[in-house]
């Protein structure tokens, strides 16, 4: 990527990589493809298999048996397009059965964005509006196209959406300070931590030590903000479930799978707090193509006594296959200009004749203002694309053609 201030890159990083880096996109776990009454190799996309039995359903008959829970577990390899499909498959046929009685709970946000979800569930926002007050690029950072379909979903359904995990100043306190060493005021903020669970504990431990994060500085200070995350999602949702709002309505959950892999995740931390059934389905990689496989992550697991899901939902693995484009310069973002502070050498803004220092004044009639402007506009643009930039030169002002190649 590029496109915005060192200063931007940087944060904008961190968010991710704090993120993602070890339960993420960028890594799928080696599990035991078995469950108490065989293996699943050879399983085949499309099979619904509950677990604790083995037989194979249909997808009415799963939406059957979870239509009587009141927390639904969806999880996701965040990078996939086809654990998305599912999980929009079983919202939709759940958003059918209860109309009016399904509200939508996602990892990918922030509950200090809840206004955002709120106005976006209400039709007020644009797509564009949403991801800039949501903090969509700065908080998460994946390519909106794998959650927009059931981002458009509650949207035309004015369906509730509940923003449900840690806001990024209560993380990066933990991860400075751990839990024993913040303020009282933000004590005050956490959730209640519950730190015991031996078996939670040794499968973070696991994937932990095949794919240490380097913002970590030891496991327990990593473990701290991973069990933050899920007690704030487990938080909100048994919270909201509570509410007047809620008290009539199921919640599905869609987070990443080893949020809710084995109930030690966000679905115990919630049954703790509010006892009601719950479900959980996990969208499983029946294979994985070999230009995927570099992204499997070897794990020594522990040994769990407990099904790791109710249901496996067998999906193929594919990506978005969307080439991002890039400009090729760096800038810094200050009172509402986006200055040039280096042109690549080679690249397409220094085919365009954009020099240090330039202001960038807009991208094909767009305003660009803030790192956010430019990062969203580009994200629309696919190679052999065309865009018009204006750029400010001194007292000039200067018209740029510009097209689009492949950042790969």
């Known amino acids: 990527m590029s496109g915005f201030s060192m200063v931007s890159m940087r944060s904008w990083i961190a968010g991710v990589v704090l993120m993602m880096a070890l339960f993420g996109c960028a890594t799928i776990p080696r599990f035991p493809r078995e469950n108490p009454y065989g293996t699943l190799e050879g399983a085949t996309v499309g099979e619904i298999v509950h677990v604790p039995t083995g037989i194979k359903v249909t997808k009415a008959q799963l939406l059957d048996v979870i239509s009587g829970s009141r927390i639904i ?10 654990a998305h499909q599912v999980q929009l498959e079983i919202f939709k046929g759940l958003a059918e059965r209860f109309p009016g009685k399904v509200a939508l709970g996602m990892e990918v946000f922030q509950r200090s964005y809840q206004e955002a979800m709120d106005q976006w569930s209400r039709g007020e926002l644009s797509e564009r509006e949403f991801l800039k007050r949501s903090g969509w690029y700065s908080n998460w950072g994946m390519d909106y196209g794998y959650y927009r379909a059931i981002l458009e979903y509650i949207r035309e359904g004015h369906i509730p959406l509940l923003a449900l995990n840690a806001s990024a100043e209560l993380v990066k306190e933990v991860r400075r300070h751990g839990l024993d060493g913040l303020s009282k005021d933000w004590q005050n903020r956490l959730p209640d931590m519950d730190l015991s669970d031996p078996h939670h504990r040794k499968l973070v431990e696991a994937f932990y030590q095949a794919h240490p994060p380097t913002s970590a500085k030891s496991f327990d200070a990593f473990y701290q903000v991973y069990v933050l995350w899920d007690e704030t999602m487990a938080e909100t949702v048994a919270n909201y479930l509570a509410t007047e709002e809620g008290r009539h309505k199921k919640v599905v959950v869609l987070a990443g799978g080893n949020h809710i892999r084995y109930g030690f995740g966000i679905p115990r931390r919630a049954f703790r707090r509010l006892p009601v059934a719950y479900t959980i389905v996990l969208p499983m990689e029946a294979s994985i193509p070999e230009d995927k496989k570099d992204r499997l992550m070897e794990v020594n697991l522990p040994d769990i006594p407990l099904a790791p899901a109710d249901f496996y939902w067998m999906v193929a693995y594919k990506d978005l296959k969307r080439k991002r484009v890039r400009l090729g310069l760096m800038f810094e973002e200050s009172n509402g200009n986006l200055k040039v502070t280096k042109v690549v050498d080679g690249s397409l803004a ?50 740029m053609t510009l097209r689009f190649k492949s950042s790969q």
């Open 350 to 399: 220094a085919a365009a004749g954009v020099q240090p220092g330039d202001i960038l004044v807009s991208l094909d009639g767009e305003g660009l203002s803030e790192f956010f402007d430019l990062l969203y506009l580009l994200s629309q643009k696919r190679p052999g694309d065309v865009g018009r930039l204006v750029i400010q030169r001194g007292n000039e002002s200067l018209e």
């Open 73 to 82: 577990y969806v999880g996701e390899t965040h990078d996939n397009v086809c």
